[in-house]
């Protein structure tokens, strides 16, 4: 069989870590690849669950806020640190 390049581009620090995990199980990183690239054909699709980031309960509940018309507005930025940091605001968190 005719072997084909494949070639990506990843930063540095993904580049060690993936590497020396690698080295550790005993792989190259071009077999740790050619592993996942048939984990993907024999699965049928990327071999994990693959989800978004959700937010945190404190950035949820400031959203839902904001949806529900409850955010409070500022005249400005100025003004709305200001309000944060002098604690005029009691549902500002430190």
Known sequence: MKSEMLSTRIDHDTKVAF????????????????????AVINH??????????????????AIKELVDGKGKQSASV???????TEGKDPNAHP
């Open 19 to 38: 590497t020396n995990i690698c080295d550790d199980v005993g792989l190259s990183p071009s077999q740790a690849l050619k592993l996942f690239a048939r």
């Open 44 to 61: 049928g699709g990327i071999p994990f669950e693959l989800k978004a980031r959700q937010p945190n309960g404190t950035t949820a509940a």
């Open 78 to 84: 100025d003004d709305m640190f200001n309000e944060l």
